[in-house]
């Protein structure tokens, strides 16, 4: 350990708590030389031979749109960065995955809370050479988190009031009651899927 400059106390010269975490919010993205040598190696080759490979080294995520909360913590903790976020300009967004770049460590099926995440082994070998991304599009999540009253209308829904009465929140009633109505309405379609499911 340095020792701080002279007028600068050992609590300061340490660096943020959350230096680690990138501007887009996720955890650092980590590949290991040793898999890029051996992805480089395979595309050296050529043209594949079969449409898909099953292996255990790389992996081919799918994700159930329709039982996803749209939350997208999965990009959030994916260690290689194969899954990414995206907010295209007519505002559609989701996830993209990258099969060059996904180790199968099936971190993202363990942090899905709706477990609407699947990884097979089975990977198509065009996605896996051209390094192309396929892209998941998500449905809206019934209310904005950057929005200034987004507390005060996720907690409305939490309660099951129409509006809270409190001068700042700014939430109208018809607002709060659509979002709730439609958060309704997906919940009782992922409950559907999750019957469908069972054996």
Avoid at 22 to 31: E, R, S
Avoid at 61 to 71: A, G, H, W
Avoid at 96 to 118: F, G, T
Wanted: charged fraction near 25%.
């Amino acid at each position: 350990p340095v020792a701080p400059p002279t007028g600068e106390s050992q609590q300061d010269s340490r660096e943020p708590q959350f230096a680690h975490v990138q501007a887009d919010g996720t955890l650092p993205h980590f590949v290991p030389e040793r898999r890029l040598r051996l992805f480089n190696s395979l595309k050296a080759l050529g043209t594949p031979a079969a449409p898909t490979v099953t292996t255990r080294l790389w992996g081919q995520v799918t994700i159930d749109t329709e039982l996803c909360r749209s939350c997208r913590m999965c990009t959030v903790f994916c260690p290689t960065g194969a899954l990414t976020r995206f907010d295209a300009a007519n505002d559609a967004f989701g996830v993209e995955h990258r099969s060059a770049l996904c180790m199968q460590c099936r971190l993202c099926e363990a942090i899905c809370p709706e477990q609407a995440i699947a990884v097979a082994e089975e990977v198509s070998t065009d996605e896996f050479l051209s390094g192309k991304k396929f892209r998941f599009t998500m449905q809206p999540i019934g209310w904005n988190p950057g929005a200034e009253d987004s507390i005060a209308s996720r907690m409305a829904r939490f309660i099951k009031v129409d509006n809270l009465q409190e001068p700042q929140a700014k939430v109208k009633s018809f607002d709060t009651a659509a979002r709730r109505e439609y958060a309704q309405a997906r919940e009782a379609r992922r409950r559907e899927i999750r019957e469908q499911h069972r054996p």
